[in-house]
């Protein structure tokens, strides 16, 4: 009994705060910048309204309208690097105050990959089950070990198989939860190369989804906690915490469910993201930590992770 | 409803005893999660819980067409840096509906099977515990392999094994009722269990089938060798040469119940009655020493003589 | 360990060769099992004498495996299923000898492709957890199974690997089995692409000769003084063409002579084949014999 009880008490979880919804404001690549301060503003002006809506509609929900609603900003530092943080950022603030908007966390995309020394995405890529199209039995390996995850069957290849054999026929691919007609959708994850992994923009974005959720643990601990920058940015992207705590009196920065304010050019990085998260598989102690949270604020959840993000395309 | 599993259990492939050390490389299938150990009476390892995505034809006696959608639960386990465990089980259950939902309705409820349609749980349990032709409905076994063969790619493995052995299957099914057991020694290295427990199913469940698992594993591979040794028919030298692997490895090992929750120590008892597992081995174990003993004095007349 | 047999042209006695070597160290009371990659021809379970698999099996075998359209291939324990009575009396202390044939119809591969490498890898780790010899037969010259079998043991450098390169004794055979080898997509270019050090695999290549008329038996007493030394000067060539092309003494294992019964019948032979019957002659199970120990017998394959 001792060797028993030994065993599962090793394992403990740490929860975190919550926020009722977190609100991306946006999402800044190179070109974005090149595009100069205008775009940023154009955005954030079209944006506004939106945060608005999604004020009203929270208040409304929450005994005492006292809705505890974060928002955050991201910037791609890991596929393409441009500017420093000390030009960047007072311009992306100021850009937001002309608009009236308050950005209470700004986030390094590369944090996504890895954050103090926590290889996030690794953590979300082994909790991948991918979604198994029929006739699936369990004893093949996972086939998102290929670097790539779909939502159904591929088209057999042709090229293998025996001399002398029929050939392999051409097949059309099949969405595994199709209603009549199929929309199949095949991932990449990552690809590799002699400088090493690099992940996709989806599998960081679903990352990125995962920890506004505040579902990723790392041995049972909180990964990437905020951090407030005192005496102004610094001047390379790397001397930047990877989540940055702009505003003091803001609500956590993780949630019950979030809401993507972007560019209508971000949908198939989206699909693909809801691809991949409705395949991962999260640690079943976090979501009833979260589901017992909501619970005692007298807030029903729902039950499938996808359905707890929402977007705005514009 | 129903639920069942299948364990198979081997031997670590390396020269030595894994320290105590490496069993977080070796065990850590999953990213950010911590192997969990105990090390009393016997030092055990067990790998976080790892999910399979399956859609497929569960087994059927009456080979009635059972559609199961779901995931599979499995994890590796060493226990005294030696044995091999991967142990695999499902929940069947009825679903709301007779289509597929999407994916992520299933994932959010980990280690349930749940069948399109009509089903029988007897049914199922009688078809899975009869071991039809591999791959053809689902296949819990092979994702016990699967996970044991992960464990066995470890680079901290040398794959330098003391003795070569098989893999044991054993297949069970748990069900509420008044407790009971049924272990059945199946052709070659096949073995069914059907539990019977009080109350609600748990995961000491699991790790009932996974000790009785391993101890019945001890038992055929000790058979083995022995039988192997070729008593009385090989030179002395030859036996002792033959059963020292197993007095270096295996005689240790032999501790039935040391993980079993006290709810369900009573199964184990009934298992020490009939078929007697720790009878039987100690059996085992005293002809090898007394093999031992008596080839070492032999050897000890011949030098002297 | 896992032992490659291979040549480069059909009817060198591979096959027949590999199989009585398992059979032999079976006998020995080693645990052994013999893996059909001839993917062309899987008939191996002929000489087995396993009727149910004579043509490769209808069951599942390696073909289907391989394709991953089982997750295991199916065993046929030799020592119950084989139609011989004299293989079906398994001797006390007799290993394990365990077949797993092709598919019945299989063809050769056209390809294969990483899925299909990493099955192998695990077929071949899985093996190596329960027998001490993993004969693995390959079509002859060069095939996908061979080109197969060399990038999975470049993935298990730590499972011990032996190629044997069976060829007979004459000139074209001797030239082909060291082009097989050493030739331009031979099996040390192909070992290296895959990540083989190439000194490390010319260690574990041994060439084993097949059908050997031994000049000075008996079998030759009637012949002709002209036809005696005509023969002696075709093996003076034949011994000087070997070892110019790397098939000498040195890198021999051991050979084979040539015996009607391996010649008509390949079959295993029992000891009641020689000492009952006498249809097979002591010599041939002496060469087996011999081979089958030193296949493990590290002296025999210290570096050159």
Redesign the interface.
Known sequence: MTSFSEVTAERQIKSGPLSHVSVELGHLYMEDFQAGPDRLRRQFAAVAPWLETVRRSWQSRTPGGRARISTCFLIDDYFSRFSTPSELVPMILTAAAENDLVIDYLARESACAEADGVKLAKLVEDRLVPDPPPGTRGWRPPTHETGWLANGTRSPVAGSGQAMKTAVRWEAPTQNAKRGHSIFVDVELWNDDSRGRTWSCPFLAAVWQLLRLGLLRNEGQLPVQPVAVDGGFPTSWDNLPPVVKLNSSATPFSAYTTLSVLSTRFLQVELAVRTILSQVSVDEEVLKQVLSRSSDEDLRLEEELVDRISYVFL | MLIMGEVRTGLLQNSAEIEERDHQAVLGLLAGERVRMSRRPIVYAVSPDLLTGVDCRLPSASRARIRGVGTVVSRSSITGGRVLQGSSYVRVTRGEVNYRLPWSHYLARPGVVEVLGKVSGPDVADGFLAFGAPGEHLDLGSVSDRFMDVVQESPVLDLRAPFRSNRTRLRWVAETGEPGVHFTLGEGQERTLKVTHQGEFSPAVVDLCEDLALHDWLLTTLLTIVQRARIGGASRPEVSARLAPAVDTLLHLWMPGARIHPSLAALWESLERTPGFSRQWQSLVERIRDQLAVNTLALLRETNG | MLVFAISDKGGTGRSVTSSNIVYRRALQ?Q?VCYLDFD??SPTVGAIFRVSTASRGTT??GM?RYL??????PTRIDVWTESDRDAIRAKP??A?QMVLLPGDEG?????????E?L?RCV?LF??L?????LIMVDLSAGRSFAAHLALAATAQLP??PARWLVFHRWTRQHIIAANGLVRGDHGLLDVGVEHGHDRDALIDRIRFVRTAVLELGSGDFAHLRPAQRSWLNEIDRELRELATRHGVGLTTMLGKVPLDPVLQWREQLISDDDVAGTEIANPETVFAFDDLAKKIVDDTAWEGL
């Not at chain 3, 394709?67 to 295991?72: A, D, F, N, Q, T």
């Not at chain 3, 190596?128 to 001490?132: A, L, M, N, S, T």
């Open positions: 009371g645990d993917f062309g069951k599942g073909h394709e991953g359209e089982i997750p295991e006390a202390g290993g299989g063809g050769e591969f056209a390809t294969f492709d990483g299909m990493k695990r780790a899985g190596h957890e329960q027998f001490d730590r499972i």
